[in-house]
């Protein structure tokens, strides 16, 4: 079988359907070699004395590892120079980061948390990058925090990096979700799966279930049938599972499917959620909509939100078609 490489596949795509140009197949090859370089990081673990706390808060207040520092500054490194982009955001950075005027500037934003699910790293546990790409509004030449400011639907290009048993990057241009598995021998990111699709019908559920009592009522309803199983209104058993690293989370859905849910919650009415809109809830719900799952925020499509905040929280339900309407018709029941 041919071995098509990251490079060759957006060459292809380049060529043959137009859905990318030049500059964002550079940038998404800077991206994927940035992921690699995350990877490795990852790998070396306690030998590179990289786990542990950086003793920082990022804008969300969070206690900051070395490695989401470690992680974010690779990013910002590999994507300074190249002219493809106008400007980064990150989850680790209360502001949007200029790209320096040594450099060139290109027409797209970038946007990433480096590394979903910190809190796995030091007990050896998948984590994750996630990006997503907008273009630069005509006419700005310093974009600030409302150039961020757009839809999921204006994303242009998506994915995420697992960093696993294997290290894998799952990228959607908008025309399907394709998965590149990293060859350590050779470096590359070879296509390992291509037009992935999430089942419509699921009996998988992932939830952090240690929350339920600050549900809303349309959330703990759903849970509770779910948790009925064959006695219950659902009439069959149910299986849950948690990885705490919505990157892992979500690629087991793309994988065999099932339903990932970070509710609204009563813990702390100020916030809509716990995950962070632009860099988490949108790229993955562009990839869930791209590989025929869906994805709310319980209310409304995740991807037609107005955002009005760089770092502002949603609620998120994502995945197999069927089970994420029925707890979105809940809400409006
Ligand atoms: O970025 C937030 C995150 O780490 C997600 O990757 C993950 O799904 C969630 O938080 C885990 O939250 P909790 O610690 O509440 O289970």
């Not at 290009?157 to 799952?170: D, F, I, N």
């Not at 990932?260 to 562009?286: H, I, T, V, W």
């Not at 078609?321 to 809400?331: A, D, I, L, M, Q």
Request: aromatic residues 8%.
């Amino acid at each position: 079988m041919r071995r098509i490489t990251l490079m060759q596949y957006l060459i292809e795509q380049e060529r043959q359907t137009g859905w990318i140009n030049a500059d964002l197949r550079l940038l998404i090859e800077t991206v994927s070699r940035a992921c690699k370089a995350i990877s490795i990081a990852i790998g070396k673990g306690e030998l590179a004395g990289i786990l542990g706390s950086a003793g920082s808060e990022n804008v969300q207040g969070e206690a900051q590892k070395k490695l989401d520092v470690i992680s974010n500054e690779i990013l910002l490194e590999a994507n300074e120079w190249g002219g493809h982009l106008a400007a980064m955001a990150s989850e680790e950075m209360d502001y949007p980061h200029q790209i320096p005027h040594r450099f060139p500037r290109g027409e797209y934003l970038l946007l990433f948390d480096p590394l979903d699910g910190s809190s796995n790293i030091d007990i050896n546990m998948a984590v994750g990058t996630i990006f997503s790409v907008l273009r630069c509004p005509e006419g700005v030449s310093e974009p600030d925090e409302r150039a961020f400011l757009q839809p999921g639907t204006a994303q242009v290009c998506a994915g995420y990096a697992v960093y696993g048993p294997s290290t894998l990057l799952v990228l959607t241009l908008g025309h399907g979700v394709a998965c590149f598995t990293l060859d350590r021998e050779t470096g590359s990111f070879i296509l390992t799966q291509n037009e992935m699709r999430i089942p419509a019908d699921t009996e998988e559920f992932a939830i952090n279930a240690s929350n339920m009592r600050f549900w809303e009522p349309p959330v703990q309803r759903y849970v509770d049938e779910l948790l009925a199983g064959r006695s219950g209104p659902r009439g069959r058993d149910f299986n849950m599972r948690w990885v705490a690293a919505m990157v892992a989370d979500v690629h087991r859905i793309l994988i065999r499917g099932g339903i990932f849910m970070y509710p609204r919650d009563a813990r702390d009415s100020s916030k809509a959620g716990k995950l962070r809109l632009m860099y988490e809830a949108n790229p993955m719900a562009f990839i869930v909509e791209q590989a025929g799952g869906i994805a709310t925020n319980g209310h409304a499509r995740i991807l037609d939100i107005q955002p009005t905040g760089l770092h502002q929280r949603v609620a998120v339900i994502l995945g197999s078609k069927n089970e994420v309407e029925r707890v979105t018709g809940y809400h409006a029941a």
